[in-house]
């Protein structure tokens, strides 16, 4: 028997940049591969805001007109190549009941201001009858979402360097300590590792904390793990928020900097 259709579903959790240029993009490239099938197909958008409401239309100028104000922010957007010819029983059929459609593109963002169980993620599907269409027009939209994912966060090691200056300054203080000195006053053994302790135990309920309830927005925000949709007032909040994280960033490496010579200077001090 031969198969009835055929087709890629593929789901990504990655962070985006979804720019005006990347969905006028995908918008030709769904226009001209309908021209290429018999069945007359449109594309259409189904858009979610942060304010639980969502609307839906095949103008790209309306959605892209959309002001995209925080607190009704746009945080999902639906894509989808559908079939013009609908039930007379149900004309919404075609978009409502999407995962009917011959090709479907999600793109989810999780809110900002508040955790959200919804995870990010970017997905996309297609599925014909007729293969060659489907998997050729797979080729072409997968790297233009692909190249969405330019997000560029803070690194790991970047939050190292907090405690790495703790460690230096343990690391002085042991060797500066007389341990053997029968008339000190200072159980130093014990003051580095109670200074040890509380430096570790909120780390490890943070740690904990974000396993069982998941990161806190405002730390993805802050670290630059966010998805944006990058029209309306987020252009300027998001660029606002990608130069805080860059301060910090620097401000973080030049205190670690000046902490790393001044522990050297005061090693050379003591000698």
Avoid at 147 to 160: A, C, D, N
Avoid at 173 to 193: G, H, M, P
Wanted: hydrophobic share 45%; with cysteine; proline share 3%.
């Amino acid at each position: 028997m031969n198969n009835l259709e055929a087709g890629i579903a593929r789901r990504y959790k990655s962070y985006f940049i979804l720019e005006e240029s990347s969905l006028r993009k995908m918008q030709a490239i769904l226009e001209k591969a309908a021209k290429e099938i018999t069945e007359p197909h449109s594309v259409m958008f189904r858009v979610y805001r942060n304010d639980s409401r969502f609307y839906e239309t095949c103008e790209i100028e309306e959605l892209l007109n959309d002001p995209n104000i925080t607190g009704r922010e746009i945080n999902e957007i639906l894509i989808a190549l559908v079939s013009e010819n609908t039930s007379a029983d149900n004309p919404q059929e075609k978009f409502h009941d999407k995962f009917n459609a011959s090709v479907v593109i999600i793109f989810r963002a999780t809110s900002r201001t508040e955790i959200s169980d919804r995870e990010n993620l970017v997905y996309f599907s297609i599925s014909y009858k007729d293969k060659n269409w489907a998997l050729l027009l797979a080729d072409e939209i997968e790297p233009q979402i692909i190249r969405t994912f330019k997000i560029k966060s803070l690194p790991k090691w970047t939050f190292l360097l907090f405690v790495i200056p703790f460690i230096l300054f343990g690391i002085e203080v042991f060797k500066w300590a007389d341990f053997d000195s029968e008339t000190s006053t200072i159980n130093y053994r014990r003051l580095i590792i109670d200074v040890l302790l509380l430096l570790i135990f909120p780390i490890f309920i943070a740690f904990i904390a974000t396993k069982v309830f998941g990161k806190p927005n405002w730390y993805l925000s802050f670290k630059g793990e966010e998805s944006v949709f990058f029209w309306g007032d987020q252009v300027h909040y998001f660029n606002e928020r990608q130069k805080l994280r860059n301060n910090i960033f620097w401000g973080i490496l030049v205190a670690f900097v000046v902490s790393v010579l001044a522990s050297a200077f005061w090693s050379l001090y003591q000698r």
